[in-house]
């Protein structure tokens, strides 16, 4: 399965979602896959990052504030305020996904998606997310 496209399709969706300020309804997740190739394990898996980001927004924001001292979400750049909160929900409730796969992955979308320095600051956040929550 193609995980890291998952992932950056979870990350379009997650921006969106933020971007607009809207809910996540299925006539809008019918529109985002509409003309894409993918398999039915991408598009699931996809989806399952979105819905779980999202159910959990409020204690991950929370969780990533802490972990951030000095830094507001807010105040965050929109692609690496998602790519952090995505991550940080296979950190904190994902137990079938491995820490370092997580944090690798968020750091490559990162690199591919926000930029170099991006994925340091990144790195360090979800290093000590990680920690906090006794994966690392």
Same mark, same amino acid.
């Not at 929109?78 to 137990?95: G, K, M």
């Given at each position: 399965?193609?995980?890291?496209?998952?992932?950056?399709f979870? #990350?379009?969706? #997650?921006?969106? /979602?933020d971007? /607009?300020?809207?809910?996540?309804?299925?006539?809008?997740?019918?529109?985002?896959?509409?003309?894409?190739?993918?398999?039915?394990?991408v598009?699931?898996? %996809?989806e399952?990052?979105?819905?779980?980001?999202?159910?959990k927004?409020?204690?991950?924001?929370? %969780?990533?504030?802490?972990?951030?001292?000095?830094?507001?979400l807010?105040?965050m750049a929109?692609?690496?305020?998602?790519?952090?909160?995505?991550?940080a929900?296979?950190?904190?409730?994902?137990?079938?996904?491995?820490?370092?796969?997580?944090?690798?992955?968020?750091?490559e979308?990162?690199?591919?998606?926000?930029?170099?320095?991006s994925?340091?600051?990144?790195?360090?956040? #979800?290093?000590?997310?990680?920690?906090?929550?006794?994966?690392?």
């Amino acid at each position: 399965m193609k995980r890291r496209k998952a992932r950056e399709f979870a #990350l379009q969706l #997650l921006f969106q /979602t933020d971007f /607009t300020k809207n809910a996540l309804e299925r006539k809008d997740l019918e529109e985002f896959w509409s003309g894409k190739t993918v398999t039915p394990e991408v598009r699931e898996f %996809t989806e399952s990052l979105v819905q779980g980001t999202l159910e959990k927004l409020d204690d991950i924001d929370m %969780t990533i504030e802490k972990a951030t001292k000095n830094w507001l979400l807010k105040r965050m750049a929109a692609v690496d305020r998602n790519i952090l909160r995505s991550a940080a929900y296979e950190l904190l409730y994902r137990q079938d996904i491995p820490t370092a796969v997580t944090i690798n992955e968020a750091l490559e979308i990162a690199k591919k998606f926000s930029s170099t320095e991006s994925a340091s600051f990144l790195n360090g956040v #979800l290093d000590k997310l990680a920690k906090e929550v006794g994966k690392a």
